[in-house]
Every structure is written in C-alpha cells, then in structure tokens.
C-alpha cells in the first residue's frame, strides 16, 4: 500500500458514515486530495480537530487496493486558519478561498504553484483582514496558474499596449481589446483596474492589499474575473454570495 506524508490544508469535508469522513485537502505533490478519516467524528479520535477545514496540516495518508479514496493514518494541525472565533470577513472570505481552490485544482496532480498561492493568501489574510483586494489577488492568480487567464497586456487586433489605459475583455474569445478596435464591445476594464491587474502579477498579496483598491477597479476586476470563472466552471460559487453581500455591507 502506497504510503505518503504531506504537507496539506484542508479545504471541506462531508459525512461517509456514522463515525467517519470524507476530506478534501490539496498539497503540493499530490493537488487536490480526497481521504476518509476513518473514526475523526468520534470524541476520543486521535485526528479530531486537526482535519477542519482551512487548517494547514501534516498528513499521513495510503492507498487502499481497489478503493479511489485514500486513507488518513495520523494528522498533525499546523496551524489552523479560522481558530476559534473567526470575523465574518475572514470566515467568508476562507470559505471562498478554499471552494475555489477545489473547483480549479486536478485531483492527483502535482501543483506546488497553487499550494504556495493559497498559503500565502491565507497568511496575508491572517496579518492585514480579508479584503476585497485580496480577493481579487486570488481570482486572478488561480486563473492564471489554472491557463485560465489570457494575456491581457496588448490589444489582440491591433497589437496596442493597454496594460494601463484598460481594455475591452472578450470574454468567450479569450481576448483583450483596446477601445478603437472593441468599439464598446465586451467587459470594460477601466485603466485603473488595468493597473490594478498589472499589480497584481507584480506583488506578493501582501503588497498588493496593503493598499486599498479603488472602488472602480475592484468593480472592472470582479466583473471580469466572475464571468472568466462562470465560463470555465459553469456555474456560481455559493460561497462567493456570501462574501460579496459581506462586502457590500461593509
């Protein structure tokens, strides 16, 4: 039986039976995992607490002939993400992280560079809230270490840099127009929110969300990435209603 240790963090888990549970964690080796913790739903089970969701663990876990689900041996928390008493911005806005991370990861695939992304989200979450800014770092991230971003950076008629001037997306071609050649057709993408973009490969999240994002350029940027989400995955993420009527409200 296969055997493997990993870093991991947990992204939900849901009911198998009485006492046991599916998880789903991702890691860098192995993507996007799914593993019955056999017993975790039992008081006095040496993997309560550790597999909750959003906690970066360190998991033991094998293969078991002819099941497609692993097998969690020993869990040890590292550090759990929500704690205790979680804010209603932090809770929303990890919740979406981690359905979002579900839906674009592969299951058992490598995929170092989205662990890392997400790891990285999650502390800068943990040390300046999480914000809008934030948010938009990870959609736009995801997406394009997921091959579902296209090259925004020049206009794909004419050539034209609009990196900062803004652009018309086209969303179904995967394409970028500058105003000339869109003629008012597509997503507008104002040139603040084409700095923003531009920034937004540029910086750590913690850079990038240290700073306030204008309230134009985080409108431009959710309308693209949300319709770029909703072609890839064909359908709304519950998870995002929630975080969104939070920021509305704040």
Known sequence: MPSHEAEAIVLRHYPLSEADRIVVFVTREFGKVRAVGQGVKRPRSRLVGSLEPLNHVRVDFYAKEGSDLWRIRQCETLHSYLGRNPSLERLYGYQYLAELTQELVEENHSNPPVFRLLLAVLNAGEALGMGEALARYFEIWILRLSGLLPDYGYCSDCK???KDSGFYAWIEA?????AACARGRGVIIRAAAGQALRRIL?????QFSAKALPPTAACDLERLTQRLLELHLEK???SYAALRSHFQRT
């Open 160 to 162: 034209k840099c609009v």
């Open 236 to 238: 709304h993420l519950k």
């Open 174 to 178: 995967g394409q970028g127009r500058c």
């Open 202 to 206: 540029q910086l750590s999240p913690e």
